[in-house]
């Protein structure tokens, strides 16, 4: 009977199963009664966060997270609660009103939220090697004050703890004057952070400069390259002028311009021929001919022509444009050149090509006032006007002749004493390029406008140095915005934009533009083609757009830059606003 008892209990008891409710897991473990267990993780990661610190309130007992993040308080007696989980580097979590009962304890899980990090870095030099004695400076980025400060080890090795999380500059400066300073902006901290810094070379006050030619022994291949480029090819002999425009001169041919665009009234005879010698050389309206003494440009916009006359030179205001393949009366010179009624006459003294020109088309060159003209000597060869025609290796890089004598047996832990633009901050390494391509005037020389930059003596801008110092930039925009009215300011502009500005990726002109090599069927020595999309693709491809889907949505118009120019980057980020 007995027996018969306990099956029908069973079968009755497996017939309606208990259930559980659906806030409660079915745990048969009961937690023993005045304790509170739980495991800590990170809310970000999901990762179990150790050396957490756990302590009630009314303070009773405290305990600390394992390795596995979990943690056990015992000895509670019945109440209510505050259960408070701190770390450094984490906010202070607080878990409120938890009644303990006498029957059984608690298990609580908890999420803590970082709200400091860490950043720790490296300083090195081009030879990876680590620099010790670098002060390191950690600023607010709106305010630019100074919020912590350490210095690397011998190793080049710095850290900053309990960092709060949010954006800031980081500043390196290094005890030997042989590197130069070092900004990074627009450094996050979201947590911990690593970071390289890699310091330019810096040659002293006393460096001078030692000529391009100089630097072929070990730079034999990118001096190669960098011949064909239009830096190397600013100014150049009468034989390497535009083969198209050569034809005219040696044809004896017969030009006329209009001196006024919009009227006809005033007709411009020009002569392009050559004298016996078979120098080509150029009649304006019955005055000269005027022997061209040197040709410029000729790579990008115009090729045009200079004279000598009375030791100083001048542009000529007829010019070869390279977009129509003829010759075009330059807009900017023939004011210089002509009277209202089309007589010639002699341009006036602050209009000479030294003063209008030259400091960007030459390394190394010191201008100076004499007699209300201004000259130009080289300081390091007093017997030439400058010490190297074009865009020379120094004129980028600083004068070279420490340089020159440290590189070849330079140690791992040696400066190598010349400016490397790519190791600069943002705005030095800017400054490199937006010495010449800029408007505006030179700050602190007296003796004349100067529309380049030179110091109170008249001695050329420096690579690395700021070029604020140096030079006043001009304000040749629109009304009331941002947009250039004029050319050749591309440093202004780029200052202005949104790229030099943007906290996710602050391309720098060495970006998009390569000065070194010029790339076939590239124009302005960009990297890639524009009109394609390829040169902003290389970049924002994997920041923004990876399809050319996302792209059409961005720009409402179907994708066709090559065709129509439908979604062509440029087409609306790059316009052309000059005149």
Known sequence: TILISLLVVLVFSSCFPSTPSDDIDPDFSLIPAGTITGTVTD??????????????????????????????????????????????????????????????????????????????????????????????????????????????????????????????????????????????????????????????????????????????????????????????????????????????????????FDLDPTSAEVNLPVVLSENRSGDPQMTLNGSGPYKISKVYGGQTRRESYLVTLDGHTYVLPVAWSIETNSFVLDEEEKGNWFASDGRVTTPAADQTYEQRCLGCHVTDMQILNVDGLITTVSPTDNSKPYLEENIGCERCHGPGSEHVSVAASANEDDSLKIVQPRYLSLKENTQVCGQCHSQGQATHFTGGTIPYPVDANGVLYQAGKDLDDYFTQGNNLWESTVYSKGSHQEYSDHVQGGHYSNTQYNPRCSDCHDSHEKTSGVPHLLKAQADDNSLCLSCNKALNFPTTESIQLHTQHPYDPTGTGASRCTGCHFTKTGT
Do not use: W
């Open 43 to 256: 809310a970000t990661t999901g990762l179990m966060v150790s050396g957490v610190v756990l302590s009630t309130s009314p303070k009773t007992v405290s305990a600390t997270t394992a390795s596995t993040g979990k943690f056990t308080l015992s000895g509670l007696a019945s109440g209510t609660y505050d259960l408070i989980a701190t770390k450094t580097g984490y906010a202070t979590h607080t878990t409120e009103d938890l009644v303990l009962s006498d029957e059984e304890g608690l298990d609580i899980d908890i999420e803590l939220s970082i709200n400091s990090g860490t950043l720790q870095g490296t300083v090195i030099n081009s030879f990876e090697h680590g620099l010790s004695t670098v002060s390191l400076e950690l600023l607010n980025e709106e305010t630019n004050a100074v919020l912590a400060q350490t210095t690397t080890d011998t190793s080049g090795l710095f850290s900053f703890t309990s960092v709060p999380l949010a954006t800031y500059t980081l500043r390196a400066t290094p005890a030997d004057p042989s590197y130069s300073s070092l900004e990074k902006q627009h450094l996050t901290i979201t947590g911990a952070h690593s970071i390289t810094l890699t310091l330019s070379g810096q040659p002293s006050n006393a460096a001078t400069y030692v000529g391009s030619s100089t630097c072929d022994s070990c730079h034999e291949g990118i001096r190669e390259t960098y011949s064909q480029t239009s830096h190397a090819q600013v100014l150049k002999s009468t034989e390497d002028m535009v083969s198209a425009a050569k034809d005219f001169f040696e044809k004896n041919t017969a030009l006329t």
